[in-house]
């Protein structure tokens, strides 16, 4: 069934092949019924998920390439679980999102979402290094080609930073794999890329050190952490939305996903030895991206730049080595996909009514678009974190378990504590950006580059909806999911707490 | 009813849901019987549920509705929890909610946005009721932010008007600042004691699992939170922005309820403060001085509102400064009384407003005595309530609140002496009121006085109730009823005898407001203008409330801005960041372009080429060979 859930776009993309060139609406109807099956497999899967073990779930695992000790080998544990969702979940908005705005080259578009979505889905089920890595890789042609393609008018400049920062990021990361696997095999006489294996790994803290740099550099541009930030809100803004809702929503979690599953427990002893620094940029990361969108005229620039500042959070709670943290961290990973996601839907929205994402062109679309209004308003309350939505879940428990963290370590390091009290002043900044963007888009006089405005239609009505009433269910109830999660995180958090010196705090 | 307290929460909650999802398809009657009958209704569960407290043996009722977050062992759950300090809460907020709810019938009467004001007021009661519900500190916070929310949508409910959204949004993010302080004094209780639930705090306080410097930092910290939500100094800014919304609101939420949620928050966690002499001094201070600053501000304001919402500020501080001298019951009781009065008088505000068709300010009044008389009694009993005339409600609470400011342990003569000078002020300022609106000769434009009418009786019949409440909410004795939950300090060796000589002075102080402002402002000669032309640069200075609001501007958000636009978008960002990768990227360039050079189509060049590699290797090599 997993296998399903993973390779169902795929064939989808397949599929689009033969379906003629000219009938749009056909695969923009397949695509969808792809998506739509890919998501009820996955929430069946949720459904099924044992919450009691951190073991690997519906797992699969064939040979590939044997002599290499290369698997196909995928499994949902606590780490995925949530993610799988939100991309399963994410990915029916997206194509019905891109209804009316993709209208030339549809198929090649909807393949390219489709490939883009396997590959997604790939890379966090990956059990085995190699897998992962060809995952990865995957990830960046189709994203190159939405840009590039369907992208605004200076797309070229955007495609040249995203590719040339990832992969600057992928080369450093492929070195490191290749290294891995040679001391795998040099150390036992078989090959193996099993990440599993892997987190007991026994490199020296020098090849730790030198082989966490690569992986977190490659992980960092992807998140982004500041200062390898810059590219995100270019390749923002010049993708379509579909584009941006995808990179938002589960391309950056990438990197993210990528610390917690490999980059921290694959070298806890160096892990240990960054935590400072991945801290602090966590941090500078929450508060930078706050102070950038709080200046930005573009309105798709003040979300991408609110990305930087929440998915600091995913990273604040992760290094945290907090359960509460770590667990803040992954709804915050799931919270942001749904809210930068519905966001980047919503500025897709009015500028496909009025081509334009200048701020300074609206006001009053309360009045103009009430519907629109509503949905913008729940949305910016979610992203500003305000209770029973997700953004605070997440935020809050990242947060708490940093704090938490730090308290405990305070006879020996300050510096978690102050790190942790300093993020929360990104709690009145998230809210200054916010609610500026919100402010000057909905209030004050009515106007808008063209008028009259149509409302919402049913198909943009029933995507907010669903992307509501997800963020809804985890800030008032998210006790199911961290329960699913929970026997996952703790394995993490005892690998790294395990590298702390004896006397350390639990 | 076997969850009384889960129903009282809900049903303004569903009231939202109908009103907010129906809305403007049901007509202006069943939203009025949704709107106001939903919380009148809450208001008889909150009667019920108080009178099965009473009945029990003493212990709070306590409703576990569901665990929010599992971790292990621990975990944050979502429970309601009555005791006799949310029962006050909870009768004051449902109560005094349900009487606002039914004036705006008449106030918001014709609006556009009817259905969604009270969709809005309702969802606000929701939060509000969570916010004095919950037993933990989590669900407190979540009713507080959702308070605020509220607020925010009322304040800039007419939206079209950028400086009443700019108002809503000021509101908001001010009490963010303090709700840092919040996260972290929570932060800082959960690290400490493992629970956020406030009656194991108070336990846990008790039983000496908390030490004495983390109670101050706890209670400094949750503070900062209370200073934003109660509008106490240096976070005050917002409050009197904040009557850009419907004068209901003013009422309801802006002065009788939401804004007391800090001095709810500090009572609640008592148990905290009790240990913590250096966080309640910090109380004190911070409380005194802000009754004192506001009570100046209020004296020359000319909006109508603008001085209710200073007073508001001010009488917030006396609150504050009970807290402060550890008489927290005491701090509640003038909670209470306050509730009763200020929403008489900012109701009596509304009621004027509508008469004189949206008018506010007191220079174009006067002369309104006669012609709207139910209006003009019912306030007039609210103002000499607050300024403390005995046997009116706020005599009884501010004169409490000045005998522990003086005679408790943890008082003193400073406390004292400025919250005396303050509630001179508070008498005169209220007074001044009083004759410019009602009193003086009439100042209003022809027209608008020829259209000067008494409100409807759904406005008038709550300003009656309020006023018979202002009137006698004295008698209610709130801190004893509160005795056992939030113990009265003592009182300083030989201050005892000092209680009566002390209620006269405060009723002087009360009758020298009153004639004070009947002097300034009373008769025809006006001494007022020439008193504030001798003292023009302290008029200036009050009249612009000391520039607060210039300050933070220039200090902190443009500086803010600056930093963020010029330091970090335009020199790290593209300079620095984008410059280093345009630098590789032209870097590359311009190597290929020379490589390029290299590959020439001469054999000769290559051979050449090919020899300096080989020996540069084998001499690279050489040392291992």
Redesign the interface.
Known sequence: MLNWVLFLPLLGALGLTVVPAHRNDLTRGLTLAVMGVQFVLAAWLYGQFQAATGALQFETRIPWIPQWGVYYHVGLDGLNLLLVLLTAFLGPLVVAGAFSAITTGVRLFYAMVLVLQFAMVGTFLAQDLFLFYVFWEAMLIPMFLIIGIWGGERRLYAT??FV??TAFGSILMLAAVIYIAYTVYTATGVPSFAIADLYRGGWSLEVQSLLLAAFALSFAVKVPMV?L??WLPDAHVEAPTAGSVILAGVLLKMGTYGFLKLGLPMFPEAALLFRPVLMTLAVVSII?GA??A??QEDIKKIVAYSSISHLGYVMLGLVSYD??GI?GGIIQMVSHGLISGGLFLMVGMIYERCHSRDLAHYG?L??LLPGYAVFFMLLT?ASVG???TSG??GE??A??GA??AG??ELPHATWPLAL??TA??G??LG??YM??LA?RL?????RAPHLPLAGLSRREGAILTALVAAIFLIGL???PM??KT?ASA?EIQSILNAARPAGGTP | MTLPLTTIVLLPLLGFLVNGLLGPRLGTRLVTVVGCGLPVLAFLVAVGAVMQLEAGDGAALVETLFTWAPFGERSLDVALYLDRLSAVMVLVVTGVGSLIHIYSVGYMKGDEGYARYFAYLNLFLFFMLLLVLGRSLLVLFVGWEGVGLASYLLIGFWFDDPAKAAAGKKAFITNRVGDAGFLLGMFVLYAALGTLEMDAVNAAAADGLLPAATATLVGVLLFVGATGKSAQIPLHVWLPDAMAGPTPVSALIHAATMVTAGVYLVARLAGVYQLSPEASLVLAVVGVATAFFAATVALVQTDIKKVLAYSTVSQLGFMVLALGVGAHGVAVFHLVTHAFFKACLFLGAGSVIHALGGEQDLRRMGGLARRIPITFVTFAVATAAIAGLPPLAGFFSKDEILWFALAGEQGGLLLFLVGAVTAFLTSLYMFRLLWLAFLTPSRMAPEVAAHVHESPRSMTGVLVVLALLSALGGFIAVPHYLEGLLPLPAVAPGRAAWHLPLALFAVALALGGLAAARHLFGGEARPAAALAARLATLHRVLTNKYYVDELYEGFIHRPLVWVADRVLLRVVDRLLMDGLLHGVASLARGSARALVRVQNGQLQRYGWLVLVGLGAGLLWTWPHV
């Not at chain 1, 909905?442 to 009515?446: K, N």
């Open positions: 040249f930073k040339l920062y200062p930030h810059t930078y102070l950038l709080l200046v359960l509460m667990q009053g309360a009045r309350l305000l209770p029973s605070f879940t809050f428990l947060l708490l704090f938490n308290w405990a942790a009290a929360v002043l709690v009145v809210a200054l609610l500026r402010g909905l209030f004050g006089p009515a109830a998210p006790g961290l329960e929970e703790l």
